[in-house]
């Protein structure tokens, strides 16, 4: 059974002030797709099941990149027709898998998902068309109507989206050897949600509460997702939304997502966040009975198109004193990065580290730093995403008013230790470990934590969504909106 492999994978936040060139993509093109077999990705995911299940994987290409500002034209529409190309080459197909996100915005479009999907369907035909997504993604019917099967990641942080692109190959191979086709249907809530871990409280709650609805579907249902949406963009179609993937009818599987759909829109202001700032967030962290306090700057992460530059957090850090007790890992200055790298261990150096993007993450800090560390920033996932390469560019330890802080070259959230271990950092012996994250952290710290603390200074990710305008929906919204209703109004 031949089933082809293809995506763009991309979550745009249009708040920020520059949109994304080709250039910014990574891609994988063809056979080189097959490097990605064993990791813990979408990619990686779907060529291993494809092997275990004896199907001749026809790989196209898969672009990606770290979420930023809105595609340029150019470069989607560069990489959707070498999608189609490829298709068109590829000979007779059984099935294709897509990996997608669900919150890619072009210049000109507003829904990359249905709009590629479309041109895919339009291209192979009938054959089964399945896709797996983030869950962050701003989903449309007009994408659902495309596709035989909609695979949704559960957790946040995603540690499973290798699995739910497993269960996309699976479902395409099944219904291209039984003749069956799955639909798909989308329920969207006028629900702004602010960033919510599955790991605690309700975020874990409603999908325990999925999870079980989606048992009581019956021998008709392929899937129940839950797209908690992404709030930082500015489209038509922003929400949250249920989506049922099913067999027939879909009686019983429609009404179970309907039931979830009810259930999310009872439970909305359990989703409410306390927003802490530098220095609340700091007294809290000091008032923490259990360490380490891990502190995480929710606004200022990178997985969701900050710049990763912010000083906010570091700025309360320094002006509380928390010296030798506290590490941070890391912000993204490749400036000052290179002037550790020119100077080398053991020099001091005056630095004016971060705020270099904007003036909403914060001035830059004018400090005399210690050079402690050097390394090339070229990492290996260990959590989230096990065993994917990850390169932040070079990287330094300075040590400052006697912290350590860690400055890298290129943007990402801290997923996990290894930013810290690659400078000599065990953050075991520290009090106070400080990153930039909203939740993908968890996958590498939850269990480290004796507390974590939320800071949530002025950023593009902040939980304060009601900051951002909204001129591409004429939605009532919750929580913008208190008389915002569900099921909306016509």
């Known amino acids: 059974m031949r089933i082809a492999l293809a995506g763009i994978s ?25 490097d990605a077999a064993g990791q813990e990705s979408d990619l990686g995911g779907a060529v291993d099941a494809c092997s275990r299940m004896g199907c001749e994987l026809v790989p196209i290409l898969f672009a990606s990149t770290q979420p930023s500002g809105t595609i340029e034209f150019e470069a989607y529409s560069g990489f959707k027709d070498e999608i189609l190309r490829g298709l068109a080459a590829a ?6 898998v ?19 999907a479309k041109a895919v369907r339009e291209l192979v035909g ?12 701003n989903v449309t019917q007009q994408m659902a109507e495309q596709l035989n099967g909609i695979f949704v990641c559960h957790h946040y942080p995603h540690v499973d989206m290798h699995l739910r692109a497993v269960e996309a190959v699976a479902a395409a191979r099944s ?32 999908l325990q509460e999925l999870l079980e609805l989606k048992e009581k579907a019956g021998p008709e249902c392929l899937d129940i997702g839950w797209f908690h949406g992404f709030p930082y963009t500015d489209v038509n179609h922003v929400g949250s939304y249920v989506v049922a993937s099913y067999y027939g009818e879909g009686t ?17 202001e359990d989703f409410r966040v306390k927003s802490l700032d530098g220095d609340e967030s700091v007294a809290a962290a000091r008032a923490a009975k259990s360490a380490p306090v891990i502190i995480h700057e929710t606004s200022d992460n990178c997985g969701g198109g900050t710049p990763g530059d912010g000083t906010h957090l570091l700025r309360s850090m320094l002006d509380a004193g928390l010296g030798a007790e506290a590490c941070f890992a890391f912000l993204v200055d490749p400036e000052v990065a290179g002037q550790a790298h020119r100077a080398g261990v053991g020099a001091e150096i ?3 580290l971060g705020g270099k993007t904007d003036d909403l993450h914060g001035p830059p800090l004018a400090r005399r730093a210690y050079v402690k560390a050097l390394h090339d920033g070229r990492l290996v996932m260990q959590a989230m995403f096990r065993g994917t390469p990850l390169n932040i560019g070079p990287m330094a330890r300075l040590v400052i008013d006697d912290m350590d802080v860690v400055v890298a070259s290129r943007r990402s959230q801290t997923f996990d230790q290894e930013p810290f271990l690659a400078v000599g950092i065990d953050v075991h012996k520290y009090r106070y470990v400080a ?15 004796g507390t974590i603390v939320t800071a949530d200074t002025p950023g593009l990710t902040t939980h304060r969504i009601e900051r951002f305008p909204r001129q591409r929906t004429v939605r009532r919204l919750w929580p913008l909106d208190p008389a915002a209703a569900f099921p909306e109004e016509p």
């Open 252 to 268: 019983d599987v429609r009404a179970q997502a309907a039931a979830f759909a009810d259930a999310l829109w009872q439970a909305r």
């Open 350 to 352: 005056d630095v004016h």
């Open 10 to 34: 991309h979550e745009t936040n249009t708040y920020c002030g520059a949109t994304t060139p080709v250039s910014a993509f990574y891609v994988y093109r063809g056979d080189k797709m097959l």
């Open 175 to 206: 219904m291209a050897a039984s003749g069956e086709r799955a639909s798909c249907e989308v329920i969207r809530l006028p629900l702004l949600l602010p960033t919510t871990t599955t790991y605690e409280g309700v975020g874990e709650r409603m």
């Open 126 to 137: 009938d054959i089964p068309v399945t896709a797996s997504f983030d869950l962050h993604g």
């Open 435 to 449: 990153l930039k994250s909203s939740n993908h952290f968890r996958a590498g710290f939850q269990e480290l934590a």
């Open 98 to 116: 897509l990996l997608l996100h669900g919150a890619g915005v072009v210049e000109g479009i507003e829904d990359l998902e249905g709009d590629l």
């Open 91 to 96: 000979g007779p197909l059984d099935a294709c």
